[in-house]
């Protein structure tokens, strides 16, 4: 799926604006730089639907080079069925995962949200994918994101609802629940399940 151009255009503008604002002096490119982050926050908030406000404290935090983010997602199976965990936000169902945080390892990270969101102590055991989002049937984002998609399998633990999560259970490929799209899609799903009937399957990228 090609990412649309306005998309493509709006995020660019963000990174010129941000990158802008890190390095320059001038006080009057600041201010060029500001009504380019601007324009480009009028144009996600009109066709992403999510609130310019929203969108301005999503990226008035971002500082220095402007870069993308990244969301690991854990493909956990247990007899041959996945774990996904129901996503309180949108009542839809996710891989386990969220975004990467400073100072851990992506596997690191992909261990702690197993546990918060579903109550499974695991283990990583290898890297699936790294999908650029823009290629993939997500819902338009503001944000350029990578997302890692690594295997894990259970050591330990119960199933247990998260803060963020209001229902843990393992389903087969051909019975998948309704997905959390900005989260994960089919696609992403059954190439993990491609990946544990073929340990030797190359890594996916973009």
Same mark, same amino acid.
């Given at each position: 799926m090609k990412e649309s151009e306005w998309l493509k255009w709006a995020k660019e503008l963000q990174a010129i604006a941000q990158t802008g604002l890190t390095y320059s002096k001038d006080v009057y490119d600041k201010e060029r730089f500001e009504s380019i982050r601007r324009i480009s926050v009028e144009i996600l908030a009109k066709y992403t639907n999510m609130d310019?406000? =929203?969108i301005k404290d999503l990226f008035a935090n971002e500082t220095g080079y402007a870069t993308p983010k990244v969301d690991i997602r854990a493909a956990v199976f247990l007899d041959k069925k996945i774990l996904l965990v129901k996503e309180k936000t949108d009542g839809k169902w996710a891989l386990p995962g969220g975004w990467g945080d400073i100072g851990l390892s992506p596997s690191e990270v992909a261990v702690k949200e197993v546990k918060e969101e579903s109550?499974?102590?695991?283990?990583a055991l290898k890297l699936i994918a790294v999908f650029d989002k823009k290629?993939?049937?997500h819902p338009p984002s503001p944000i350029h994101v990578y997302k890692l998609l690594i295997q894990c399998? =259970? =050591?330990g633990g119960l199933a247990a609802e998260g803060i963020e999560t209001s229902a843990v259970q393992f389903f087969a490929e051909s019975n998948?629940?309704?997905l959390s799209l900005p989260r994960n899609t089919e696609a992403q799903i059954q190439l993990a399940f491609k990946h544990l009937y073929n340990q030797n399957e190359p890594v996916y990228f973009d």
């Open positions: 310019a406000s =929203i109550g499974f102590d695991v283990k290629f993939h049937d399998e =259970i =050591i998948l629940p309704p």
